[in-house]
RNA sequence: GCAGGAGUGGCGGAAUGGUAGACGCGAAGGUCUCAAACACCUUUGGUAGUAAUACUGUGUGAGUUCAAGUCUCAUCUCCUGCACCA
């Protein structure tokens, strides 16, 4: 150990917090920008690495940025509600109140020992009343715009966490948080009008910087589908059952129909219906499998066909049957389907298994083997035989609107939000029910969790704040006797809008005041993982876009800019885990090498939107690098400008680090940092403003140490509180440089020349370099080419 | 299956169409030391050669170009999302 990081660390961090460094100003007259990473759960395995990588980077942005004459908002909080926490509090037999708190000290003290950048004065977690109450209010407003509703829902149920979960926190068919199986249950559920907002969620897109991957996320996660919703009259009943497609032009090779189990004609013309119970032992069967088998494993078709009920192919007029099969899913278009099995591949396999009839309607393919999915011209198809796919789609869509049998629309897979959880630690509901006046808003705000002790879920999987009597009666002003909603809001709300609050996070009159919306309006850039591209992403932008349509806040998108950061791998390029043992705490790495070599070493490993595999050897390297830094201090003269051997480097440094700082190519701008300190350390003496220069650039990436030496060597105000170095364009060119000639394209011989020669010149001395003169010499010179300031190219033949 | 991304030394990784392998790690040799650690110096893609140098080299195969890791086409592999989406 060089130098003493424990002790510069923590004094710097000191000073900072003492001096207010890096507070944010509301209103301040220098131009505003607000840089947000995504808060964390304060789990209780405490601070990954991972989050390190994605704080450092931010942060190196954030003090530079302040430097550059910026009023920077660089805020951090706590996503305290929800699963994680809870869980954890079960599983140590406390509140969960007590677990946040412990956790967040945790945490906290962690990232302060790195001595990121946060303004702390804006800290808040999505736990604390003061917050939440927030949180309820703005549902309310969901609410009084009738954007939310209870609906008996078909919902992923987890046996195991005895909880409902959203579409996405079941994505595959496991439980996001604890691997289990999710079943199908049904359940009353307060749900968000989202689906409402898939065309405004979609079109948003384009006034955003996002990375590709993550406008992908979300596209894919809206998934527009263009097509046509087309009614099939019921032979029976007065009554019609309506299909989405996107392939109506098929609808010639239509040979029956499947409807979800779910589907409610099946309820509604029980009497008609000859095989009712057949159909609802179906249904009970198809809800026993989990997501899981209904997709991965079982591809194999299963299904019942309705007795009773038949329907008309409105073109053709031919009758056909309808099936039930849990392949058709209700919360997907109509939750039916017109079957084609000459031309879709689970339709064809359907057919395949219940004998049904194959007919092509576009030419190509063998449908004795397989559904053609290809192109072709249209057969079997009266009126559109002989067209092509976009023509024959045209005719059968102009045809259903003209004659009334269905019309063209567009569909998303985005559904509405599953917004009710049954469990304790979460924002309750705020709101009230009885016979009479039915679901009203609890106008006395918050709504406070109360302080049980009960708060593990109930077997029957309820919310626990039904067992609390004093909680769900209510007696209001009037005398009137209420009872209060139980459910409590899912972990995604209080990241829904977390970043207007640090605009303005003590207000108790408004969620933000509209001053501070105005002065910081987006959030200029947000970085976080891709795990969060697609649902906490969609999730934070619709609640801004219906904030912004009531009026609420002022734009639209909430984030301008969003960046996915790679993951840290462990040591071997698997996932850091507990299991494998490959879990490195960022707080050991703090105390072997020092803040500043852990930030230095993540912002080095790589690329930042790419993984990264985490190298106890690499750490060792940007341990050196800090060291070598601080010992060239003994090379340092009172001169206060730049020594003339260095200075065309100095100028290139600075446009180099300025720029991949801006591009958040850190890797690079420390390699940058590197060969500049190199080349000092080839020197004899280094003047004050080499020092400083080069000090000031590395600053943000590692500050503590950079502040020190600063100060010890007296070469000027801290850097929190100067500015950051400019280049000078004319002198980032060097006088001289090496001049590559090449003889057909292959590095024959380098010489130096001057940048200001001319094309002649480098011609003249490209071949009097003996080498070059071997391989010219006896042979035709077809032509030259001279790229002035890089190389000549001389072609022989 | 669909979409996106990536294949470069022993390893992490650099390269506006213009010197491939910057920078770092590791390794080898050396200096310091009684010794070790730390530090410092030298070397380090492969093959041949004392060397100068030559050939070869960015997953594979073709192509465009004076010049290709970079552009085009084909192909293989890996990763990451999404997935019975009608």
Redesign the pocket.
């Known amino acids: ?2 130098y003493n990081f424990k002790e510069i660390e923590k004094k710097w961090q000191k000073i900072w917090e003492e001096n207010k460094a890096f507070r944010a100003i509301n209103g301040s007259s220098k131009p505003k920008y607000y840089y947000l990473v995504e808060f964390p759960y304060p789990s209780g395995s405490g601070l990954h690495v991972g989050h390190v990588r994605s704080y450092a980077a931010h942060d190196t942005m954030a003090r530079k940025k302040r430097m550059q004459g910026y009023n920077v908002l660089f805020p951090m909080g706590w996503d305290s509600f929800g699963a994680p926490a809870e869980q954890y509090a079960i599983a140590n037999n406390i509140h969960p109140k007590e677990a946040v708190a412990e956790n967040v000290k945790v945490f906290k003290s962690q990232i302060q020992n790195l001595g990121i950048s946060f303004d702390w004065e804006r800290e808040f977690a999505t736990s604390d009343p003061d917050y939440y109450k927030w949180t309820q209010w703005q549902f309310q407003k969901f609410f009084e715009h009738g954007m939310a509703y209870k609906a008996k829902t078909l919902v992923n149920w987890c046996g195991n966490c005895k909880t409902v979960l959203s ?2 926190d079941a ?2 068919g496991v439980c996001e948080r604890c691997n289990a199986s999710v079943v199908q249950k049904e359940q009353e559920q307060w749900m968000l009008k989202m689906k409402d907002y898939a065309q405004d969620l979609l079109d948003g897109l384009d006034d955003t910087e996002y990375s ?2 993550v406008k ?2 979300q ?3 809206i ?1 527009r ?1 263009e ?1 046509a919703l087309i009614n099939f009259k019921l032979k029976e009943l007065d009554e019609s059952l309506e ?5 109506p032009d098929t609808i010639y090779g239509v040979t029956f129909m ?1 409807i ?1 189990p779910e589907h409610p004609i099946i309820e509604k013309y029980h009497q008609q219906i000859s095989n009712y119970e057949e159909l609802e032992a179906y249904k009970q069967e198809a809800h026993k499998k989990t ?1 899981f088998e ?3 494993l ?5 299904g019942v066909k309705i007795s009773g009920i038949t329907a008309a192919n409105p073109l053709s007029n031919k009758e056909i049957p309808i099936f039930i ?16 099995p000459a031309h ?4 064809y ?1 359907f057919a395949k298994k219940f004998s049904l009839p194959i007919i092509p309607v576009i030419d190509g393919g063998d449908i004795s083997k397989e559904a053609y999915l290809g192109d072709g011209v249209h057969i079997n198809s009266e009126i559109i035989n002989g067209k092509n796919l976009d023509e024959a789609i045209n005719i059968i869509s102009d045809y259903i609107e003209e004659n009334q049998i269905g019309k063209r629309t567009v ?1 998303y ?1 985005l559904q509405d939000w599953v917004f009710s959880r049954q469990r304790f630690w979460g924002e309750p509901i705020p709101l009230i029910y009885n016979e009479q006046d039915g679901w009203k808003t609890d106008k006395n705000l918050p709504v406070l969790l109360p302080d049980t002790v009960n708060y593990k879920p109930t077997e029957d999987g309820k919310s626990p704040l039904t067992n609390i009597k004093e909680f769900v009666n209510y007696k209001d002003k009037n005398g009137v006797e209420w009872i209060r909603e139980t459910d409590t809001m899912p972990n995604w709300a209080g990241s829904s809008w977390y970043w207007l609050r640090y605009m303005d996070p003590h207000n108790d009159k408004e969620f933000v005041s509209r001053e501070a919306l105005e002065y910081w309006g987006q959030v200029d850039w947000y970085n976080g993982g ?2 969060h ?3 906490h992403l969609l999730y934070a932008r619709f609640w801004n876009h219906f904030l912004y349509n009531i009026g609420l806040v002022p734009y639209k998108e909430p984030f301008k800019k969003r960046v996915a950061h790679g993951m840290i791998l462990g040591e071997g ?1 698997a996932k850091m885990s507990k299991s494998l043992g490959n879990v490195v705490n960022p707080d050991d790495m703090v105390n072997l090498y020092g803040a500043d070599s852990l930030r230095v070493y993540e912002l ?4 930042y939107e ?4 985490w ?1 106890d ?2 750490i ?6 800090l ?2 830094t601080y ?1 060239i201090k003994e090379k340092v003269t009172d001169v206060n400008k730049y020594s003339q051997k260095l200075e065309c480097l100095m100028h290139q440094t600075i446009k180099k680090v300025t720029d ?1 700082i801006d591009n958040m ?1 850190y ?2 701008a ?6 500049l ?2 080349e000092m ?2 020197q004899e003496v280094i003047t004050k403003k080499d020092y400083r220069t080069y000090l000031c650039l590395l600053n943000p990436i590692a500050p503590h140490i950079t502040e020190e030496l600063n100060e010890i060597c007296d070469l000027g105000d801290p850097f929190y509180k100067s500015d950051w170095p400019v280049y000078d364009k004319d002198k980032i060119v060097d006088a001289e ?2 001049l ?1 000639v ?1 003889v ?7 010489t130096v020349s001057r940048t200001d020669a001319s094309k002649e010149e480098m011609e003249k001395q490209a071949k009097s370099i ?2 070059v003169q ?2 010219i010499s006896g042979k035709e010179i ?2 030259i ?1 001279t ?1 002035p300031g ?2 000549v ?1 001389i ?1 022989v033949k």
């Open positions: 150990m060089v579409n996405e994505a595959g590709d991957r992908l996320a596209i894919e996660w998934k589908s097509g299909v989405f497609t996107t392939r499947v979800s997501e209904r997709t991965q079982n591809k194999d078709k299963t099969s849990d392949y058709v899913m209700m919360n997907y278009g109509t939750g039916a389907i017109m079957a084609v879709d591949e689970r339709d396999e569909n897979k891709m795990e591209a697609a649902r390029g080095f490993i790589g690329d790419k993984d990264a595999t190298s050897q690499g060792v390297g940007t341990h050196r690098f060291n070598r010992r991949d190519k890797n690079t420390v390699s940058s940092l590197m060969i300190l190199n350390e080839k440089y090496e590559v090449q057909n394209g292959k590095v024959r011989g380098k003996d080498n071997k391989h077809v032509k080419i790229i890089k190389m190219n072609v």
